[in-house]
């Protein structure tokens, strides 16, 4: 079975500040790794995905994702955030050549204050 | 592509009763999945379908849970005799299930509110 731990439930930052969002995963087989983003009132939206290849990721609105297999990490960075990121984010795992279920962490709450 | 969709957005019933969801999946999805989420949680899964078979079910989905999916189209989740526990978000998402995709669209989700 996989697990997903997200150590921080709330993370506050100031505007144009950097932030890491952390996220530590558990599985006994290969996983593929994910960031889900729900912005208020919305439904959840893939941020970014690894597959394979290189274990550096980035999405279209500067966030970025870095796979560690020696730490079973897959913590997600913006070097900026903006206002707009305020949002909850889910890092979540799947198995490989399963069914594609996700097993997704508790969630951190992002607020982006001005 | 029109997204996915779920009906209601929003129910309240009264402990006992039974209740059904309905999600149509994007289109060409051949792949379907309920979800259910509580506050400061993340989303659980509770069920897998590939086209019309039910292939996955989790341990949390106890006797009361039923989904189907005819002619592997839209799905419907049905909790009957509903308790307060039953209380969550329930979230529908479909996949094309194309090799490497892996990427799941989700719906704005139903919630449940047991009285």
């Known amino acids: 079975a996989q697990s997903v731990t997200q150590l921080d439930s709330q993370v506050p930052v100031f505007e144009e500040a950097p932030v890491e969002l952390r996220c530590n995963y558990s599985?006994?087989?290969?996983?593929?790794l994910f960031w889900y983003v729900q912005y208020p009132n919305q439904g959840l939206q893939l941020l970014l995905k690894?597959?394979?290849?290189?274990?550096l990721v980035e999405s279209i609105n500067g966030f970025e994702a870095e796979f560690n297999k020696s730490q079973t990490s897959f913590h997600l960075r913006k070097p900026s955030v903006h206002i707009s990121d305020t949002a909850e984010y889910f890092c979540a795992v799947t198995r490989q050549g399963g069914s594609e279920k996700l097993v997704f962490g508790k969630g951190t709450k992002l607020t982006v204050n001005p | 592509d029109t997204g996915v969709s779920q009906d209601p957005r929003h129910k309240i019933t009264k402990r006992g009763q039974n209740v059904t969801f309905r999600c149509d999946p994007i289109?060409?999805?051949?792949?379907l999945y309920w979800y259910r989420q509580t506050l400061g949680q993340g989303p659980e899964f509770l069920t897998y379908?590939?086209?019309?078979?039910?292939?996955?079910k989790s341990r949390l989905l106890s006797d009361r849970f039923s989904a189907e999916r005819p002619k592997g189209s839209f799905s419907t989740l049905e909790i009957q005799r509903t308790e307060q526990g039953d209380s969550a978000m329930y979230l529908c998402a479909s996949s094309h299930g194309r090799q490497n995709s892996y990427e799941q669209y989700f719906g704005p989700g139903t919630r449940l509110t047991v009285t």
């Open positions: 690894y597959l394979s290849g290189s274990t």
């Open positions: 289109s060409e999805h051949n792949r």
């Open positions: 599985s006994s087989v290969s996983v593929y």
């Open positions: 379908f590939q086209n019309e078979a039910q292939l996955e």
